[in-house]
C-alpha cells in the first residue's frame, strides 16, 4: 500500500512543543539577564555609571556566582553610590524597582567592596572638599576680578560659609581683588593657576572617594 499522508492534525503536534518552548523562553524575565546600563537607566543614576561598571567589571563574575546576576549587578551600582558625592541608594529600593531580595544586593555590594581597597576616611574626604571649594571660590573671585573694566566700590560678594571657615586669611585679599582691582593676579589670583589646582583636588577627591582600586580602574576605562 501507498505511505500513509502527513495529516494537517499530525502538523499540529509536531509544531505545538516548539511553539511552547518559545513562548516558554519569552516569559523568561528580562531581569534574570539584567546590565548595569539597563539598571542605571532604571534607576535615573547615570551619575553612577562609570563607577559601577568597573565595579561590575572588576568583580561582578564573583558576586553573580553567590548571589546571582540581577543582585551582582545591583550591588555594584549601591557601591558606586555609597563611594560617590551622591546618596546612597538603599538596598531595599534597589530590591523593590527589580524584584530581587535586598540581602542579597547587600552581599553583593559587600562581595565585590571585599575585592577592592577602601575609599578614604571621611576626615580626609571633608578635608578635600574644603580645600577644593576654597579654590573654586578663588577661581570665581579672579575671573570676577578679570571680567570687571571699572571695578565699581561698592560690588559686594558672598562668601560661602565654608569658606569664610576654611580660608579666613583669604577673605581680604579677595575682596581687594573684587573690589579695588581690575587684575587679581597682583593679589595672588591667578586664574590658570588656580584651575589647575582646581583640577587637581578634584581628582584626589575622586580618588579619596573611590579608593586607589576602583579610581584606577575607573581612569583606564576612560582611556
Known sequence: ????????????????????????????????LITVDEAIDRLDADALGPVAHAAFAHAGELATLEYGRPAAVL?????????????????????????TDPDAVSGADAAIASTLTPPADASTIRTLRRRLIIVEESLATARAAESEAVPSPHHTTQWSPTFAD???????????????????????????????HADRLRADLEFARLGTTLATLVSQRRR
Open 1 to 32: 500500500m501507498g505511505q500513509r499522508q502527513f495529516e494537517p492534525d499530525d502538523a499540529d503536534a509536531t509544531t505545538a512543543p516548539a511553539e511552547t518552548d518559545t513562548t516558554a523562553a519569552a516569559d523568561v524575565t528580562d531581569d534574570s
Open 75 to 99: 550591588g555594584a551600582v549601591r557601591l558606586a553610590s555609597r563611594r560617590s558625592r551622591h546618596a546612597t541608594l538603599e538596598c531595599e529600593r534597589l530590591a523593590a524597582v527589580f524584584d
Open 166 to 196: 576654611a580660608a579666613p586669611w583669604l577673605l581680604g585679599r579677595m575682596e581687594a581683588a573684587t573690589t579695588h582691582c581690575e587684575n587679581a593676579a597682583p593679589f595672588g589670583l591667578d586664574e590658570d593657576g588656580l584651575q589647575a
